[in-house]
């Protein structure tokens, strides 16, 4: 547990320190070419002169291959861009939402502990995604921050970083036992009281 807890600590750091080198092109390359598709029909309508070659002789192109390289670091600027403008003071603010059961507050209250790691940096496009069913007919937003040592940014640069997922979820990964506190909590899209649990401690 111990060397477990010291790996954790070594991947705490400051947004404006992370670099490509510590996510690995290897990693972000192979995420993207689950893309390919996508990515040399993006090639092709930019480069139209290699339109007529067949994909799989367009990847092995030193000319696609710089430009893929290019496209990561263009993208990887631009995420760490975004993250950085979501930081004030020090502080990220991170919102959860989750389908939950109609006695979970209560739980919360009386013995609730942890939270999860997986949230979002913009209200908008939290997802509860599991969705709802019959035990779990109520939706919870939670809005909380944390300090940005406690994010995982490679995580969550290369969570964003992927075309396989999109830009609408805007994803936030935090380092599991993260201490956080509910700063606004809505249930079924209304703000409710949080004074029984507003210095209560949970974790990520």
């Known amino acids: 547990m111990k060397k477990v807890f010291n790996i954790l600590r070594k991947l705490e750091m400051a947004l404006d320190t992370v670099t490509l080198d510590n996510i690995g092109y290897s990693d972000v390359i192979g995420n993207w070419s689950e893309s390919s598709e996508q990515l040399i029909w993006q090639y092709k309508s930019e480069n139209t002169e290699y339109e007529e070659l067949d994909d799989d002789e367009i990847i092995e192109t030193e000319d696609y291959k710089n430009w893929l390289k290019y496209e990561v670091e263009y993208k990887f600027d631009e995420i760490k861009g975004l993250l950085q403008d979501k930081i004030n003071g020090g502080k990220v603010d991170v919102w959860r939402k989750m389908s939950v059961a109609d006695d979970w507050y209560e739980k919360l209250i009386n013995s609730g502990k942890h939270l999860g790691i997986y949230w979002s940096f913009d209200s908008n496009s939290a997802e509860a995604h599991w969705g709802h069913n019959q035990n779990t007919p109520v939706e919870v937003l939670i809005k909380s921050s944390v300090n940005e040592e406690y994010v995982n940014w490679v995580d969550t ?48």
Request: aromatic fraction near 6%; glycine fraction near 2%.
């Open 157 to 204: 640069i290369m969570l964003n970083m992927n075309p396989q997922l999109g830009e609408e979820e805007k994803e936030i990964r935090l380092f599991k036992n993260t201490s956080i506190k509910i700063e606004q909590l809505f249930i079924n899209n209304e703000e409710i009281d949080i004074s029984k649990i507003k210095n209560k401690e949970f974790k990520a």
